[in-house]
């Protein structure tokens, strides 16, 4: 979403860290490349404005100028006030006191509301909660249908006494001859309630209907519902590929609706993310959810902070630790780690397993964009194939488990038949089984105390610390001195006992053995090594 952004602040940022100091001319350049970029991402001028003041007033104080390193100072400062127009904290849904908690959704039709319904579900249901859908969006065509179809892929409960329009035009408000009504949204919605209330549901979604654009009819028929229901948080869904428009249809449902939280959709777009940056500025009002795929998981709670290091290219390492956190089985991660300590082989079954939480985070390519500095290998993620994770599994799993626990065992016929049954080529088996030995290899390294080149890990392995090698005496570069070194060095030589050189246990007579050494003194069996006086 905020690529061509995120390109566009990096490359200004880049060219201040050759600067050791900040002229106020650098401070009008990055800034008035800022602005550009801002009006490109089709962020709405008035919050393009603000920000920019912000930031220049700030670069030019003495924040900057008493800095060790200025640009960075400029980067620290850009994505504070990034943070501050996102909406500056993260807000979580307000849960009533009293169950259930009623929320009602609001926005056009197209923005994703009744998908959204179900993403919302299955959130708070992982989260410990019993939601109910009430299908109170009785206008558009086949849209209770639809919402039964999210909320049994959420595994949620749908409440909708009416079918609502399903002949496939719409339907046509208002009283008179010509009329025709799919029921009444309003007393579908208080009847939700109810029933989640003799159901004892702690969560009511209501999902309402929608408009190709905002119309009198559709604000007052929204409005009644949230008189009706008296809902305690109202969410504006807004389409986040918009662009400008975003401002206009906010501040409309803002005055007709007066919404609690805004839900960003389709963030996982191509489009240059300007509602996101303008949004929650103009109306006051915090984003509280981003919605980054189709799939029924893919909703995300908006922390603008990491969003803003997301797109300053900073990454957004929070973030991909709690997914990690609930994709990874606790017990097979501590099955992990004492295979690891323990220098045990890693074996097919354990990338199996590790292959299948990495699947369970969402896309790939969005888990390594959430690394800091991605954002400079954008070409490579973008031409990565994600499929060459399917054919590795395919692999995999057409081996036998003697064959995944034993992968040096796999000789040129078994290569033959697993590369036939996973439909690759018997050299992309062998780069397979090459590159996992390898792995093994290094696993096994870093149990032991590291890599070369590399410090080993406190606490782990056997080997002892390395003693530093000595350093020899230089020469003098007066040749009397140096003639005079030599011959105390040869002196030093000569006044050595014999075989002392060679001795294993220091120096002494008798092949470099001591001559007062006791052999009772040493261990049993010791003393066939002293061999015969």
């Known amino acids: 979403m905020f690529t061509s952004l995120s390109d566009r602040l990096t490359a200004t940022f880049r ?56 640009a960075q100072q400029i980067v620290k400062i850009v ?27 609001a926005g056009l039709q197209g923005s994703g509301k009744t998908t959204l319904a179900g993403k919302l579900a299955y959130l708070l249901k992982a989260d410990g909660h019993t939601p109910l859908l009430v299908a109170a969006d009785l206008q558009r065509p086949n849209a209770v249908t639809q919402l039964e179809v999210v909320g049994e892929r959420a595994g949620v409960p749908v409440f909708a006494p009416e079918r609502g329009n399903i002949a496939g035009h719409d339907a046509v408000l208002g009283s008179g001859e010509g009329t025709r009504s799919y029921g009444d949204p309003v007393s579908v919605s208080r009847a939700g309630i109810e029933f989640a209330t003799s159901k004892q549901y702690d969560v009511v979604i209501v999902d309402t209907a929608g408009r190709l654009a905002i119309d009198t009819d559709l604000m ?32 409309a449902f803002l005055e007709g609706v007066d919404f609690t939280g805004v839900v960003l959709g389709k963030l996982d777009g191509d489009a240059r993310g300007g509602a996101a940056l303008s949004v929650a500025s103009v109306t006051g009002r915090p984003i509280m959810f981003a919605s980054v795929g189709e799939g029924v998981k893919d909703l995300e709670v908006f922390h603008p902070d990491r969003m803003a290091s997301r797109i300053l290219d900073m990454g957004d390492v929070l973030t ?105 080529s018997t050299s992309e088996v062998n780069q397979l089984l090459e590159r996992f030995g390898e792995a093994q290899k290094m696993m ?27 350093r020899t005496k230089s020469k003098s570069g007066n040749p009397a001195k140096r003639a005079a070194d030599a011959r105390e060095a040869a002196q030093r030589a000569a006044s050595k006992p014999a075989g002392g050189a ?32």
């Not at 962020?43 to 924040?63: I, N, Q, S, Y």
């Not at 519902?225 to 206009?248: H, K, S, T």
């Open 502 to 533: 060679g001795g294993a246990f220091g120096a002494g007579a008798g092949g470099g053995i001591p001559t007062d050494l006791d052999p009772s003194a040493l261990p049993k069996g010791f003393e066939k090594f002293l061999g015969k006086s």
């Open 79 to 105: 994505n504070e006030e990034l943070t501050q127009i996102l909406g500056g904290q993260t807000r979580g849904i307000r849960f009533a006191k009293q169950p259930p908690t009623v929320i009602m959704l």
């Open 15 to 70: 060219n201040l860290r050759t600067k050791g100091r900040l002229s106020e001319s650098d401070v009008n350049k990055t800034v008035r490349d800022i602005r550009l970029a801002l009006l490109e991402a089709d962020v709405a001028l008035p919050v393009v404005k603000d920000f920019t003041h912000r930031v220049r007033e700030r670069a030019l104080g003495a924040e900057v100028s008493g800095a060790l390193n200025p």
């Open 320 to 424: 991909l630790i709690e997914q990690a956190e609930r994709a990874f089985d606790r017990s097979q991660a501590a099955e992990m780690e004492r295979k690891f300590l323990a220098a045990e082989d890693f074996t097919f079954d354990d990338f199996l397993q590790q292959m299948s939480a990495i699947k369970k985070m969402g896309n790939f390519k969005q888990i390594l964009g959430m690394m800091p500095g991605m954002g400079q290998m954008r070409q490579q993620l973008e031409s990565f194939d994600e499929r060459e994770f399917d054919r590795v599994e395919a692999m995999v799993r057409s081996m036998t488990p003697f064959e995944r626990t034993h992968p040096k065992q796999i000789n040129g016929s078994r290569r033959a038949r697993i590369a036939k049954g996973s439909g690759v």
């Open 444 to 470: 096994k390294q870093l149990a032991r105390g590291g890599v070369p080149g590399m410090p080993g890990i406190p606490g782990m392995g056997k080997r002892g610390r390395q003693p530093a090698p000595q």
């Open 220 to 251: 007052a028929q929204a409005a009644d519902i949230r008189a009706a229901i008296n809902p305690d948080e109202v969410l504006f869904v807004i389409d986040a590929m918009i662009g400008q428009a975003a401002v206009e249809t906010a501040q």
